[in-house]
C-alpha cells in the first residue's frame, strides 16, 4: 500500500494560483497513473485532473471540463511526486484536493471514477476568496 501525503493548500484571492505536491512513499507509484479529486462541502467527490504511467510510453494527461486551461498536472517519478498547478482560480474551486493512485499498473482508463483508485491522500484544503 502506497501513502500518500498532500500539500499546499492555502488560501487564495480569485484569480490567484496556487500549487500542490504530492507526496507517494511506501512504494513506487511510476507504473500507475495518479490524479487529484477535490470534495467540495456538500459534493460529492469529483475528478479534476489525471496523468498516467510513463513508464512504457509517454504519458498522458487528462482534465475535467471545469479546470481546463486553468490547472496543470504533472509528475516527477525520481521524487515520487505529483503536483497540481492551479491557475485563474474561482471560488468554486474551493475544495479539500485529494491526490490518488490507480489500482491497476499501466492503466489509462477509467481515471476519472473514484472506485478506481486504491490510494488516496489526507486532503490539503483550498479556499479561493472572492
Known amino acids: 500500500q502506497v501513502q500518500l501525503v498532500e500539500s499546499g493548500g492555502g488560501l487564495v484571492q480569485a484569480g490567484g494560483s496556487l500549487s500542490l505536491s504530492c507526496a507517494a512513499s511506501?512504494?513506487?507509484?511510476?507504473?500507475?497513473?495518479m490524479a487529484w479529486f477535490r470534495q467540495a462541502p456538500g459534493k460529492d467527490r469529483e475528478f479534476v485532473a489525471a496523468?498516467?504511467?510513463?513508464?512504457?510510453?509517454?504519458?498522458?494527461?487528462d482534465y475535467a471540463d471545469s479546470v481546463k486551461g486553468r490547472f496543470t498536472i504533472s509528475r516527477d517519478d525520481p521524487k515520487n511526486q505529483l503536483y497540481l498547478q492551479m491557475n485563474s482560480m474561482r471560488p468554486e474551486d474551493t475544495a479539500v484536493y485529494y491526490c490518488?493512485?490507480?489500482?491497476?499498473?499501466?492503466?489509462?482508463?477509467?481515471?476519472?471514477?473514484?472506485?478506481?483508485?486504491?490510494?488516496w491522500g489526507q486532503g490539503t484544503q483550498v479556499t479561493v476568496s472572492s
Open positions: 511506501g512504494r513506487t507509484v511510476s507504473r500507475y497513473a
Open positions: 490518488a493512485v490507480l489500482r491497476t499498473p499501466y492503466a489509462s482508463r477509467g481515471l476519472a471514477d473514484t472506485r478506481n483508485y486504491s490510494s
Open positions: 496523468v498516467t504511467s510513463n513508464a512504457w510510453s509517454s504519458s498522458r494527461t
